[in-house]
């Protein structure tokens, strides 16, 4: 009876904590769905248990059935289920508080924590602890480098980077793909690379130092990439298609990219204007003109060229061109050129006849230039900081070359020269290196140019023809010379050294005399240029006018007419077959007026043609004995220089002239770009 009536007991308070239970979870749900109008719904749910625990206690007349019915509905609810299995009393969920209900676990309790984002990841993975994202090696590249420290020293090692791809965006607006592929080969492809072993020479003539980078996928540092990044922008922008061209790197952004790989992005401005047309007048090499040039850029998406120009002037009284050309594939230093040319020039001057040529012409071309590396003193050695470019030029032409126009007081010898025309087909040879600081007023640099021409290849033209040109310049100050220190600054003496009083106001007095002196002296720039051909026929015939020296006036040899040194007949200048000239020019700014585009000149000049006969002996010898007999002159002038363009007004006299040899003595005008 105590058994049943404690079991009976414990029911009751089993049910009201039930019952009380379920009163909270129905108000809680009552707040929560307010915004709704299920509550009566959802108050009804919620009383229907309750009553029918509330029929489950009924009184019954036997004690021991009421037991029974009572043990097997407390059996059916959870506190019943606990006390039937007494090993599961240990959870606290499962003792009732001394009011009688159930502790419910809820915001604040022990049993309960609420779930944060930090504790999900925590318990859904709590063995799987992130790790930290490793910094990309472009970032510690670049810092090492903007620090100032060295990429290549072994105490501190560069970080490993390594290309991954090549991005170029805004090409395709103007270039087709074809040919992007092609100028991005010589940087991709590892069948191209120097460090193929089995790469052929002709690939590296070619191609140059392109196929020298890293390859993609080799383990590099950050100036390699540099080097790579800043020669392909060079050649995109050689093309002379796009207005600028963003060159920068990024770490790479393709699936399964590392930390150390890296991609080279070229970002290509707006192309440029395709139609291009301008009008000009030109003064120089004693005549002038009036031109009118057109040109259209990026003809079929490869970057080429489509040009044209008409000229008419004075001496060249008419001249077409038309050209056609661009940049081979892979190497934009290298382009060919088609032209289909005629010109008429006016000879009447110095030889009483006019010349027509029409032809076609097929060029290739190469450019290469030479920067300085490394850090490098310019006070000690200004040469070496010149940028020096080289020139090659390997053309075929096929002209006809008519001689008419003469005049009634032409020489025989002139005439006769005029009888027929002559065919030419030649191969040529053209190779310049230009290292001047200027063209026009060089200080420091020099000039090299030479002309290889062979005739024989079809036609009446049959000659051997070679010409050499080589210009140096060179700026010095006599103030600085007169009052150079014993010792350079830029290099003292490690030893401390006492001067005597006597020796300190020696040097504070010449110190003192060195700028008030400064200011009327300036550099003076002097100029040495020596140029020189030969013509040699293959055959017994003379050679044709066309193809002979001219020499002479005031931008090849000043104080003397324009082509009027050599063999003459009657008063006519037959031009020449070998020549040499040789120009010494002094320039200086004037005195307290050094931002004056004017300068004084002085001038030397010196030279002599001869034409050699087709039978040797001793003709053949005094063809030669001719070139050792210089015409000579010197003189003082004023020189006005806009941009390229040179105006000399001198005044001289020749010192030295060969009989027929035509002088001009008193003051000469000069207007062009290229002088001896």
């Not at 940049?327 to 088609?338: R, T, V």
């Not at 040529?357 to 070496?384: C, F, H, L, M, Q």
């Not at 063809?623 to 003189?635: I, R, Y």
């Not at 020749?654 to 062009?672: F, V, Y």
Request: net charge negative; charged share 20%; hydrophobic share 35%.
């Amino acid at each position: 009876m105590e058994f049943s009536s404690l079991k009976e007991q414990r029911t009751e308070a089993h049910d009201a904590a039930e019952a009380r239970a379920a009163a909270a979870a129905a108000s809680a749900q009552a707040e929560s769905d307010s915004a709704s109008n299920s509550r009566s719904s959802s108050s009804s749910s919620s009383s229907q248990p309750t009553s029918s625990r509330r029929r489950m206690r009924t009184p019954q007349s036997n004690a021991t059935t009421a037991g029974v019915g009572a043990t097997e509905a407390a059996a059916e609810t959870p506190f019943g289920q606990a006390m039937a299995n007494p090993t599961d009393q240990d959870d606290g969920h499962t003792q009732p508080l001394e009011d009688g209900s159930l502790p419910t676990p809820g915001l604040g309790s022990a049993e309960h924590v609420p779930l944060t984002s930090a504790s999900y990841d925590e318990v859904s993975t709590p063995e799987t602890e992130e790790k930290p994202m490793k910094a990309h090696n472009l970032l510690q590249a670049t810092e090492l480098l903007q620090a100032g420290g060295n990429p290549l020293s072994p105490f501190a090692p560069a970080p490993i980077l390594r290309l991954n791809a090549v991005r170029i965006s805004g090409a395709g607006r103007a270039l087709r793909p074809s040919y992007l592929a092609s100028l991005c080969r010589p940087y991709m492809d590892p069948t191209l690379s120097t460090q193929n072993p089995n790469t052929s020479i002709l690939n590296l003539l070619y191609y140059g130092s392109r196929t020298s980078h890293v390859l993609p996928g080799q383990p590099t540092t950050l100036p390699s990439i540099l080097a790579l990044t800043s020669s392909l922008a060079g050649d995109l922008d050689k093309l002379d298609v796009f207005r600028n061209i963003e060159a920068s790197l990024a770490p790479s952004v393709f699936p399964g990219a590392t930390e150390e790989d890296v991609d080279v992005i070229l970002a290509c401005g707006k192309p440029k204007g395709r139609v291009f047309l301008k009008s000009s007048t030109d003064v120089g090499n004693g005549e002038g003109s009036a031109s009118v040039q057109g040109r259209i850029r990026n003809v079929l998406g490869g970057a080429e060229t489509l040009q044209g120009s008409a000229t008419f002037g004075t001496r060249t009284k008419q001249a077409f061109n038309l050209e056609f050309g661009g940049p081979l594939a892979g190497n934009p230093d290298i382009e060919y050129k088609l032209a289909a040319f005629s010109h008429d020039r006016d000879y009447s001057a110095f030889a009483s006849l006019s010349e027509a040529v029409k032809g076609v012409r097929a060029s290739i071309n190469s450019s290469y230039t030479d920067e300085p590396k490394g850090i490098i003193n310019a006070a000690e050695d200004d040469e070496a900081t010149a940028t020096t470019t080289t020139q090659h030029e390997v053309a075929y032409e096929a002209s006809l070359r008519e001689l008419g126009r003469v005049m009634g007081n032409a020489s025989v010898a002139v005439r006769k020269m005029a009888v027929s025309p002559s065919v030419k087909s030649a191969l040529s040879w053209t190779w310049v290196r230009e290292g001047r600081d200027s063209p026009v007023l060089p200080s420091r640099g020099s000039k090299v140019r030479t002309v290889l021409e062979y005739a024989g290849l079809g036609g009446d033209a049959q000659h051997f023809k070679a010409e050499v040109e080589a210009s140096t310049g060179r700026h010095f100050s006599p103030l600085r010379w007169l009052f150079r220190p014993t010792t350079s600054p830029s290099t003292p003496s490690p030893f401390p050294e006492e001067k005597s009083s006597e020796a300190k106001s020696t040097s504070v007095d010449t110190d003192s005399t060195l700028p008030s002196l400064t200011p009327s002296l300036h550099p003076i720039y002097s100029t040495l240029t020596f140029r020189s051909g030969l013509l040699h026929p293959l055959t017994s015939s003379p050679t044709h006018f066309s193809d002979r020296f001219q020499l002479g006036g005031p931008t090849s040899l000043r104080m003397f007419r324009h082509s009027s040194l050599g063999p003459k007949s009657d008063g006519d200048s037959l031009g020449g077959d070998a020549f040499w000239s040789l120009g010494l020019s002094l320039l200086s700014p004037i005195p307290r007026k050094p931002h004056w585009p004017l300068m004084l000149h002085t001038f030397f000049n010196a030279g002599q043609m001869c034409q050699f006969p087709t039978s040797t002996g001793k003709e053949y010898a005094r063809g030669w004995s001719e070139l050792v007999q210089p015409s000579t002159s010197a003189g003082v002038g004023l020189v006005y220089m806009q941009g390229q363009l040179r105006v000399e007004l001198n005044a001289g006299v020749p010192l030295t002239a060969r009989k027929g040899d035509g002088t001009s003595k008193g003051l000469q005008l000069g207007i062009g770009i290229d002088f001896l």
